[in-house]
Nanobody, 127 residues
């Protein structure tokens, strides 16, 4: 059974930083492209960042580019999202997802490409 478990969320002041982690189990983690999505209160889920199977390719939404960094440690079956210079508008439930069909260097940005999802972790940013 595939399981993705996020951690690292919380409340932080504007301008602060957080690092989210997503631990995967139940399948070959290095075979999956991984993505982070978020859903702000009352809004649709949106793509935040993604990383290819090997980690050699990454993609970011325009709203987080330059502030967030996605990385992965295939030996630990974990993907990370480092979030710097947080803003109140970054408040959301952040979820990680796995795409087992992506080509080696491809980073999917659409939610329908991802088969497996975690439960999410809450991030709140005070102004």
């Amino acid at each position: 059974q595939v399981q993705l478990v996020e951690s690292g969320g919380g409340l932080v002041q504007a301008g602060g930083s957080l690092r989210l982690s997503c631990a995967a189990s139940g399948r070959a983690f290095s075979s999956d492209a991984m993505g982070w999505f978020r859903q702000p209160p009352g809004k649709e889920r949106e793509f935040v960042a993604g990383i290819s199977r090997s980690g050699g390719s990454t993609s970011y939404s325009n709203s987080v580019k330059g502030r967030f960094t996605i990385s992965r440690d295939n030996a630990k079956n974990t993907v990370y999202l480092r979030m710097n210079s947080l803003k109140p508008e970054d408040r959301a439930v952040y979820s990680c997802a796995a795409d087992p069909r992506a080509a080696t260097t491809y980073v999917p940005t659409r939610s329908y490409a991802y088969d497996y999802w975690g439960q999410g972790t809450q991030v709140a940013v005070s102004s």
